[in-house]
Nanobody, 118 residues
Framework: QVQLVESGGGLVQPGGSLRLSCAASGIIFSRATMGWYRQAPGKQRELIASITSGVTTNYAGRFTISRDNVKNTVYLQMNSLKSEDTAVYYC????????????????WGQGTQVTVSS
């Protein structure tokens, strides 16, 4: 059973920083493409950044996605946060849970709320 557990969300002032974590289990993490998405109220879920199996860090403007293949964890470092960054942030994994009958499936975490407000 694949599980993705996000943490690190919360309330932050404009201009501040947060680091989200997503601990994965039950998936061949080193081979999975990991991503962070967000969904603001009344809006569609959007991709922030993704990182493939052979990369450890990827930059997307004010955000940096990184992964630790030993800890099976992906991170999202968010800097210079703005009110429009307020949303529920979701971890996503595209990978297989088994080497036998290897098949890439899509998995989602439960989401963590990030609120940027003074």
């Amino acid at each position: 059973q694949v599980q993705l557990v996000e943490s690190g969300g919360g309330l932050v002032q404009p201009g501040g920083s947060l680091r989200l974590s997503c601990a994965a289990s039950g998936i061949i993490f080193s081979r999975a493409t990991m991503g962070w998405y967000r969904q603001a109220p009344g809006k569609q879920r959007e991709l922030i950044a993704s990182i493939t199996s052979g990369v450890t860090t990827n930059y997307a403007g004010r955000f940096t996605i990184s992964r630790d293949n030993v800890k099976n964890t992906v991170y999202l470092q968010m800097n210079s946060l703005k009110s429009e960054d307020t949303a529920v942030y979701y971890c996503n994994a595209k990978g297989s849970s088994t080497w036998i009958n290897y098949r890439v499936n899509d998995y989602w975490g439960q989401g963590t709320q990030v609120t940027v407000s003074s």
